[in-house]
């Protein structure tokens, strides 16, 4: 898969630096040991953040200022990872969908980057391009329905939008029969070695619980 980052992105953040992981998986509806680093990932937050201190990781503060700068509220339309991680500080339990989309939660937790997984078989064409989205454009967040992206960095295949840090897209959303698998990291805080270590961490998870053993990235 090919992804392009547009003039739009890199005009409000010219420090960008992506990831894509693609991976051959095989996917089940639960994992306990998974939980197990989840949970464990949770409880060290509690102990050394809190709901205001969180939006201080440099990952997460870098994803504010890109959505304040195209126009969008952080707090309204709350990156995903600060979402998840927000929930965890509040005492909630984290949804439970199935291994593959828990894995990416906990990819997305650990370093504070919104993480985007898709099933790669479900794209139109073999490019993505990242954008900002427009007034009116159609977008169904999984779970979420018909969502109003305008403002939002958005990743469009030949067809639409298919994921933004917000929410993903239901059209090419993982399921228990996705085989092919592609991941989207984004830096927006420009830390090429820490978006390198988050996308080798997916690969060892995969390598853990999904039986994925020619797992591969780019950055872009």
């Known amino acids: 898969m090919k992804v392009i980052v547009s003039n739009e992105i890199a ?21 306990e040991p998974l939980w197990h680093e989840i949970n464990a990932l949770g409880e060290h937050y ?26 969008k509220d952080p707090s309204r339309y709350r990156p995903a990872s600060e979402a998840l991680i927000r929930r965890m500080l509040q005492g909630k339990e984290l949804y439970q969908i199935d ?8 990819a997305s937790i650990a370093y504070g980057y919104s993480i985007g997984g898709f099933d790669a078989d479900k794209f139109v064409g073999d490019t993505l391009t990242l954008g900002i989205g427009r007034e009116g454009e ?16 958005v990743y469009r295949d030949a067809l639409g939008g298919v994921g933004t840090p917000t929410s993903d ?52």
């Not at 809190?50 to 990952?59: A, Y």
């Not at 990291?185 to 070695?193: L, M, S, V």
């Not at 690969?203 to 619980?209: I, P, R």
């Open 11 to 31: 005009s409000v953040c010219p420090v960008f630096v992506g990831a894509c992981v693609e991976a051959e998986v095989v996917n089940t509806p639960y994992c």
């Open 46 to 71: 509690r102990a050394t953040l809190t709901t205001e201190s969180l939006k201080d990781i440099s990952s997460i503060a870098a994803t504010r200022a890109v959505y304040k700068a195209c126009g």
């Open 99 to 106: 291994t593959l989309v828990d894995l990416i939660n906990l």
């Open 138 to 153: 159609p977008y169904e967040g999984i779970g979420r329905g018909m969502i109003n992206i305008h403002g939002l960095p």
């Open 169 to 220: 897209n239901e059209r090419t959303k993982i399921d228990l029969n996705t085989r092919r698998l592609l991941v989207l990291i984004n830096g927006y805080d420009g830390n090429r070695d820490r978006v390198a270590q988050n996308t080798q961490y997916i690969l060892d998870l995969l390598a853990k619980y999904c039986q994925s053993s020619n797992g591969k990235f780019t950055l872009y």
